[in-house]
């Protein structure tokens, strides 16, 4: 079992800047993927970032080069920059632990960006 235990998001206005973080706790594989995920109301859940062990990184095209995802592995918890922050980015926000074979989802942080 993996636990994940995320930030609180919060209120920002248009353009402003928020960082989320999870960290993970429990049977942690070092061979792992972390990733953020958003879900808006109405809207299916989409990817917005993930970041392996290794650091590689994948963005969704619509947060490209305004979120950096970053990872502290001897913490095992992963981090998210959100800048220039738009209110359509307004959502909740969910920290997702993967391995071949297992995922678990954090329980789901509310962003609100007002414009």
Same mark, same amino acid.
């Given at each position: 079992?993996?636990?994940?235990?995320?930030?609180?998001?919060?209120?920002?206005? /248009? +353009?402003?800047?928020?960082?989320?973080?999870? /960290?993970?706790?429990?049977?942690?594989?070092?061979?792992? %993927?972390?990733?953020?995920?958003?879900?808006?109301?109405?809207?299916?859940?989409?990817?917005?970032?993930?970041?392996?062990?290794?650091?590689?990184?994948?963005?969704?095209?619509?947060?490209?080069?305004?979120?950096?995802?970053?990872?502290?592995?001897?913490?095992?918890?992963?981090?998210?920059?959100?800048?220039?922050?738009?209110?359509?980015?307004? /959502?909740?926000?969910?920290?997702?632990?993967?391995?071949?074979?297992?995922?678990?989802? +954090?329980?789901?942080?509310? %962003?609100?960006?007002?414009?």
């Amino acid at each position: 079992q993996v636990q994940l235990v995320e930030s609180r998001g919060g209120l920002v206005q /248009a +353009g402003g800047s928020l960082r989320l973080s999870c /960290a993970a706790s429990g049977s942690i594989f070092s061979g792992n %993927v972390m990733g953020w995920y958003r879900q808006a109301p109405g809207k299916q859940r989409e990817l917005v970032a993930t970041i392996t062990s290794g650091g590689k990184t994948n963005y969704a095209d619509s947060v490209k080069g305004r979120f950096t995802i970053s990872r502290d592995n001897a913490k095992n918890t992963v981090y998210l920059q959100m800048n220039s922050l738009k209110p359509e980015d307004t /959502a909740v926000y969910y920290c997702k632990y993967s391995t071949f074979t297992q995922y678990y989802w +954090g329980q789901g942080t509310q %962003v609100t960006v007002s414009s």
